[in-house]
């Protein structure tokens, strides 16, 4: 099993639609006895949270955001927790937007202990 997300902050490799999360997001992950949570902002997300469980190397959570534009959005979440050869963690997911259409796939890393900074 891969080590656990708590205090970990990962961010996006790539750029989402438009309005979504991207780069400039950082996820700020916790973890206890099986449950995970996390609160993000960054780009168009002025505050998001999520918050579901973990069984092994598989989460599965529901978020929800406020965007800068004053409008809300909520899906769901799979991800896979793997780790990479440098020792950072990388989650691989599949999300579902359940406020509105859409669906897709992303990859979020944690981000070096010196490479973050609130942009």
């Known amino acids: ?26 996820f700020t992950y916790h973890e206890q006895d099986g449950t995970v949570w996390a609160e993000y ?3 168009d997300v002025v505050r998001g949270h999520l918050v579901g469980t973990r069984a092994g190397d598989a989460l599965d959570f529901r978020y929800v955001q406020l965007k800068r534009d004053g409008t809300t959005s909520s899906g769901h979440c799979r991800s896979t927790v793997t780790d990479l050869a440098d020792g950072r ?12 259409e859409g669906s897709g796939t992303s990859v979020v890393e944690e981000l070096p202990s010196d490479g973050w900074s609130d942009e």
Do not use: H, I, K, N
């Open 1 to 26: 099993m891969a080590r656990s997300l708590d205090g970990l902050v990962l961010s996006p490799v790539a750029d989402q639609a438009p309005g979504q999360v991207g780069t400039r997001t950082r």
């Open 41 to 43: 902002a960054g780009g």
């Open 89 to 100: 963690v990388r989650l691989e997911e599949r999300w579902e937007w359940e406020s509105q």
